[in-house]
Each structure stands twice: as structure tokens, then as C-alpha cells.
């Protein structure tokens, strides 16, 4: 909010004028970084459940890793992303595009977990709730209002309690032993 077009255009050494040969105004920069990091969190979620065994959870988990590791590598984007002003995506095709792939990677895991008779329900609400609990962490642990044990052990309490609200039997393997939050 606080970075003007003049500003923008001094910290890219060019004159004040020149953002306005390829954008409009600021929030049309604003929407184009914006779907540039959508593009880049969907691609590494995607790669996270193509990659991962072919059983639902273990590619939950997998997801939920890829994702807080985003956050955590890249707080700008994310923040960008979702701590920002949104404005109107049906002014900017590219980040409506953009944005919506970035949700279907969000619920694609609930969809294979429903399959596979894991959870019931509505995926789109039931990727939504995790998204929210994972979000809500992620700001927390970005602000640095809770330390990375404190934001694990959350982490794993938040999802057990989500699980089991979803009807399904909280697994042992939650555990990612490979990586831990930083």
C-alpha cells in the first residue's frame, strides 16, 4: 500500500514515466506480481501432490509441507498474495487465471482424500477450513508472534482437531521427519 509508481521507478534506476508504458497504474503492477506468485504457489503444490505416493494423506501432507515452505521462503509473495488489498480480479484476466488455479491446488488433496473415503463433505469447505487454520498459522509464524516448535506443535494439534471434526482417524504419520519449520 505504502509504495507509490515515482518510488517504484527510482528503485529501478529508471525515469518516473516509464511504468506507464507498460502498465496502467499501480495496481495493475500490483496484480501482475500478484499473479506471478499465484503461478509460482500452484506450481510448487501441484508438484507436491504429483510427486507424492498415491495414497491421499501422505499427498495432504506433502501439500501442507509445499505450501508452509513457500510461506516461509518466500514471506513477500505471500504476503502479496494473501495480505494485501485485493481488489477486483475481473479487472486483471491474468491474476483471476492466476488465483484460481492457486485454489484448486488448495482443495485438489481434499478431492483424493474424499476419494479414497478418508473425509466426507464438501472439498472446496473442507479446504477452505485448512487453508484458513494453516493461513492463520503461517501470519502468526511470519510476524514472529510464535517460535517454529511453537508453530509445529500448533501446526499438528490445529490439523489433528480438523481431521477428526472431518470424521476421519487422526494418523500417526503427520510427522514430516525429512524438514522442520524455520
Known amino acids: 500500500a505504502g509504495i507509490s509508481l515515482r518510488r517504484l521507478a ?11 508504458r507498460y502498465f496502467h497504474d499501480k495496481n495493475e503492477i500490483l496484480a501482475a506480481l500478484r499473479a506471478q506468485a499465484f503461478d509460482r504457489f500452484a506450481q510448487s503444490l ?19 509441507r509445499a ?3 513457500f510461506a ?15 481488489g ?40 477452505h477450513v485448512f487453508w484458513s487454520a494453516l493461513h492463520g498459522l503461517l501470519m502468526l509464524r511470519l510476524a514472529g508472534t510464535i517460535e517454529a516448535a ?17 470424521g476421519m482417524k487422526f494418523p500417526v504419520s503427520l510427522k514430516n521427519p525429512k524438514r522442520g519449520a524455520k
Not at 511453537?150 to 471434526?165: C, N, P, Y
Open 10 to 20: 527510482g528503485d529501478l534506476g529508471v525515469s518516473a514515466t516509464t511504468p506507464y
Open 150 to 166: 511453537e508453530f509445529q506443535r500448533t501446526l499438528r494439534a490445529s490439523m489433528e482437531i480438523l481431521v477428526r471434526g472431518a
Open 88 to 127: 477486483d480480479e475481473r479487472l486483471y484476466p491474468e491474476l483471476a487465471r492466476a488465483g484460481e488455479r492457486a485454489k484448486r491446488t488448495m482443495t485438489r488433496h481434499v478431492d483424493a482424500m474424499i476419494e479414497q473415503g478418508i473425509v466426507t463433505g464438501d472439498s472446496s469447505l473442507i479446504g
Open 72 to 86: 516461509l521462503g518466500d514471506p513477500a509473495a505471500y504476503r502479496l498474495m494473501f495480505d494485501t488489498e485485493q
Open 46 to 64: 501441484e508438484q507436491a501432490f504429483d510427486c507424492g505416493p498415491n495414497e491421499a494423506w501422505l499427498r495432504a501432507q506433502a501439500v501442507s
Open 67 to 69: 505450501y508452509i515452505d
